[in-house]
């Protein structure tokens, strides 16, 4: 087993880093008075080539690991959960086109959106106010009109949805189908899409997040991915990937409440000696570390197996939920650490509680991973009596 990572991932880790230092964490806390997208930060992450890295080198991109993307996404996500979110939302964007368009289609509607001078957005559309969890509640319709699709409704929560050029637009075709009547089509920004209301949050304010509506939205044919249908299956299998990118930006904020309050709790004295002396902080301390180590582990581990072509729906669910439970645990106790400074606006950690919040929520509700995660543990389950894996179907089959 080796945990180095390889030189090109070291290299992106630590541009990454450096990124951070200079452009993120001295920003962060100013900017996100203003709660607009911070465009000038995420225009530099593009010109630093830290977006769109999972993008093949025949659509324009530079082709690189799932890995590296969460490399850059943890790194971003220690200076500012809310940056990282704007800077990493195109790989969730593209990643249902990565899945399922063909270059043709790839080269068309996404190669001049990550090859020019000035960074292209691109925004996920799948929840509806109907719509989080239960994916196929979708009332977004998609009808064929000749050689064009006709896209109604309305999408919430999208991130990057004000500044995007291209919508991955999920849409049932055929509403009777439930799930299997979905499609996802690539909508560029023409005539009847507009922005709705635009979410005022509590945390996470450096990202936008707003409602999309599509009025009579016509869109060529070719703007289809896949197949009819296909639409469910391939907003699962995105999920699966991208979901390591959240809990990436999980480790980020759960290391940096560790590293935040071990400083404090180096200069702060009290009964004479700093409160890092004490056994009840430092307790808290190790334990706040193992919580970040380990999401760290499980992030890396989950992309790396979606690397692999592995199974990963299983382990990015362990992976955004642990690691988005320790980013929230890890807030809450560096708060608790620096006492009463840390329910003030001057110093960092009521941000990293307010910004981890969000990350237990998005991209799937921690309820929701634990879900997806029991379910592929039942699938996976050994019948004790016999050492034998249980089928679905109820047959055994032997254990590998
Ligand atoms: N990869 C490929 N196919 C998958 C899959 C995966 N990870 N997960 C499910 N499927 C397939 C199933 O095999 C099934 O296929 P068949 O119809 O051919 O049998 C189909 O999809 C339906 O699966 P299932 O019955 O499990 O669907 P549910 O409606 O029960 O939904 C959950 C499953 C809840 C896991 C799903 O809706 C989900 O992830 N919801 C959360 C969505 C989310 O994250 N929203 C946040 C917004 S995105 S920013």
Not at 15 to 21: H, K, S, Y
Not at 329 to 347: K, L, M, R, S, T
Request: hydrophobic share 40%.
């Amino acid at each position: 087993m080796d945990f180095k990572l390889s030189e090109q991932e070291q290299k992106i880790w630590e541009r990454a880093q450096e990124f951070t230092r200079e452009y993120i964490t001295p920003k962060a806390h100013e900017l996100e008075k203003r709660n607009e997208f911070p465009k000038d930060v995420v225009q530099k992450a593009y010109e630093a080539g830290l977006m769109n890295l999972h993008v093949p080198k025949e659509a324009g991109g530079p082709g690189l690991s799932l890995l590296a993307e969460t490399l850059v996404s943890e790194a971003t996500g220690y200076g500012c959960a809310g940056m990282a979110t704007s800077i990493m939302c195109n790989n969730l964007a593209f990643a249902p086109l990565l899945i399922g368009a063909t270059i043709e289609q790839l080269k068309t509607y996404v190669e001049p959106l990550i090859t020019g001078k000035e960074v292209k957005f691109g925004a996920f559309c799948l929840t509806e106010r109907g719509a989080g969890s239960d994916v196929s509640g979708m009332t977004t319709r998609a009808i064929r009109d000749g050689d064009e699709y006709i896209i109604n409704g309305t999408k919430c929560w999208i991130t990057n949805g004000p500044v995007a050029s291209l919508f991955t637009v999920f849409a049932s075709t055929q509403p009777e189908l439930k799930h299997k009547g979905i499609s996802v089509f690539m909508v560029p920004k023409t005539k009847g899409v507009k922005i709705g209301h635009i979410e005022n949050k509590v945390g996470q304010r450096n990202s936008v997040q707003s409602e999309v509506i599509f009025e009579d939205v016509r869109v060529p044919k070719d703007c289809l991915v896949g197949k009819e249908g296909d639409g469910f299956k391939i907003a699962m299998m995105t999920l699966d990937k991208t979901r390591a990118g959240i809990a990436a930006i999980a480790t980020g904020v759960a290391q940096r409440a560790v590293d935040e309050a071990a400083r404090f709790a180096s200069i702060r004295h009290q009964f004479g000696k700093p409160v890092g002396r004490f056994q009840g902080i430092s307790f808290m301390l190790a334990d706040m570390g193992a919580r970040a180590s380990a999401a760290r582990l499980l992030t890396r581990y989950a992309a790396w197996r979606a690397d692999q072509g592995m199974p990963v729906s299983k382990d990015s669910a362990f992976a955004k939920a642990f690691a988005s439970d320790a980013a929230m645990q890890n807030a809450i106790d560096a708060v608790q650490i620096f006492g009463g400074y840390g329910y003030i606006q001057e110093y960092p950690v009521e941000k990293l509680m307010r910004d981890a919040k969000l990350l237990q929520i998005y991209e799937g509700t921690n309820q929701i991973q634990r879900m997806v995660a029991g379910r592929a543990i039942l699938k996976e389950s050994v019948n004790l009596d016999t050492g034998f894996h249980v089928k679905y179907d109820g047959r055994d089959a032997p254990l590998i």
